[in-house]
């Protein structure tokens, strides 16, 4: 229960671009389903696909990745949604780094 101050990010409105409109999401609860999570980052523009990430046998890992219409609303998707409340849970969202989930993609 340490209430530290909530660190903020430089400028409000200057965010720099995150060159991806997937986002990762952490920390859920493990009631929380794919839809949960959507209807969640609905608040932040339109949701492409969400989706709970799961061990082989179905139980939630308490993570997801969503992703967003476009990079503006992954960004806005950040800003306001994280550290937000979902099912009782202050849930962390950034930008999925790993760029589609690991496929062995050519470069």
């Not at 720099?16 to 949960?36: A, C, E, K, M």
């Not at 523009?45 to 082989?56: E, H, K, L, N, Q």
């Not at 046998?57 to 967003?68: A, F, I, Q, T």
Request: one cysteine or more; aromatic letters at 6%; a neutral charge.
């Amino acid at each position: 229960g340490s209430s530290g101050a909530a660190f903020v990010a430089g400028g409000y409105g200057m965010a720099p671009p995150i060159g991806t409109s997937r986002l990762y999401v952490g920390n859920l609860s493990w009631d929380v389903t794919w839809q949960d999570l959507k209807d969640h980052l609905k608040q932040a523009g339109s949701v492409v696909r969400a989706d709970v990430m799961s061990t082989p046998d179905g139980r939630s890992k308490g993570c997801g990745l969503v992703e967003m219409a476009s990079e503006a609303e992954a960004r806005r998707a950040i800003t306001e949604l994280n550290d937000s409340d979902l099912k009782g849970r202050s849930i962390f969202i950034r930008e999925d780094r790993e760029g589609g989930g690991g496929g062995r993609g050519g470069g």
